[in-house]
């Protein structure tokens, strides 16, 4: 089946202007994440979504960044204000969060952000 | 902070045993061990993962000690495509803490 998708793959954009990064989680998997990964690093946390609610929004590093989930099912994680130093690859995970036993988590192939 | 320690870097060649180790001293009693790996330009890709019995799938084996301090990930005949930074996680599943802690991986070199 369908795995997670994310668009755009590339965005540029200029220090200062506001972007939008989509996120299409594989069907029925309840739980959405967001991760940021700078050049060299492993993936960080941003926000994981259970539903359309945010259960965990610690990750986020300022009040720049804000995402949503209204329907429970796509999500767009928005940034205003860019900076150069969010230029990094978001990447997006979906997984079935089942109570009890594991849930485990499929990444998409990643929004690469370019900030000039 | 990762709760995994990895070596950064190890090469292998072409058509024999690739064999990571993670070590978790401080892994606690309900957390699972994750591998992923992620190839250049690409998002991660899920491996394995086991709590306390040894695992193995079609791209993978687990072997996680008796103690749970530590595990060894084993892809059984590596290929020039299994080149790749691989992420030992620990965590807990089903938590409310659902994010994925990742360290910095160990980037695997297979050589023809």
């Known amino acids: 089946g369908a795995g997670v998708s994310q668009t755009p793959s590339n965005k540029v954009t200029e220090k200062g202007k506001y972007v939008e990064l989509r996120c299409d989680p594989i069907?029925?998997?309840?739980?959405l994440y967001w991760y940021r990964q700078s050049l060299g690093q492993g993936p960080e946390f941003l926000i994981y979504?259970?539903?359309?609610?945010?259960?965990?929004d610690s990750g986020l590093p300022n009040d720049r960044f804000f995402a949503v989930r209204p329907e429970g099912s796509v999500s767009t994680l928005k940034i205003q204000r860019t900076e150069r130093g969010d230029s990094a690859v978001y990447l997006c995970?979906?997984?079935?969060?089942?109570?009890?036993?594991?849930?485990?988590?499929?990444f998409g192939p990643g929004t690469r952000l370019t900030v000039l | 902070d990762a709760k995994t320690t990895q070596p950064p870097s190890m090469d292998c060649a072409e058509g024999r045993a690739a064999n990571l180790p993670c070590n978790h001293s401080?892994?606690?009693?309900?957390?699972?061990v994750y591998w992923y790996r992620q190839i250049h330009s690409q998002g991660p890709q899920y491996i394995i993962h086991g709590l306390k019995n040894n695992e193995t799938n079609e791209m993978a084996s687990l072997i996680i000690t008796e103690d749970r301090k530590s595990s060894t990930l084993i892809l059984p005949h590596a290929t020039l495509r299994d080149t790749a930074v691989y992420y030992c996680i620990v965590r807990v599943a089903g938590g409310s803490q659902g994010n994925l802690i990742f360290g910095k991986g160990t980037k695997l070199s297979v050589k023809p």
């Open positions: 069907s029925g998997h309840t739980a």
């Open positions: 995970a979906s997984s079935k969060r089942t109570s009890g036993g594991t849930d485990t988590q499929y």
């Open positions: 979504f259970q539903g359309t609610g945010a259960a965990d």
């Open positions: 401080t892994i606690s009693g309900n957390e699972y």
